[in-house]
């Protein structure tokens, strides 16, 4: 009996650890985060060098309508970077088919060239990210993605840059 009721107590710990394990890993890669960025233009040297829809989605946390953008059903390999200021962001690796209209990433390529930030305008709680060297705002993300992560980026085409690897690079 003794030994059931250590068995029972080992199993539940087990649960315990593994399921705290999990909500680490999701509160880490959504946890709000701010880097101050590196490339500070004004608004108006932004606009020398952006198109009008970029420049209202990207300065002006705009959206791009659904469907209509240069990546929602685009799946090269390659990689994404800001179109404001060229810093990485995605890449093709972590791109998958949401459905949604926007392109979307189970992923960045690295957590810390992305700012997390809570937005409730519109009179909905999402979590807004933004490149982090430029503050260009990029979408939001949602946890309704794919495995490992669980998470869905849903960015704004107009904020990326897609550059495709070239075949000389993908040769081992
Ligand atoms: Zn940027």
Redesign the pocket.
Known sequence: MKKIISLFFLLTLTIFIQTMAQDDIRSKKLKEQHVSPK?IKSNDSWKKNLSPLQFEVSRNKGTERPYTGQYFDFYEKGNYY?S??G?LLFNSESKFKSGCGWPSFSDVANIKSINIVTDESFGMVRTEIS?S??E?HLGHVFEDGPPPTGLRYCINSVSLRFTPISEQKEKP
């Open positions: 490339v800001c404001n200021c810093a490149c060297n430029c260009a």
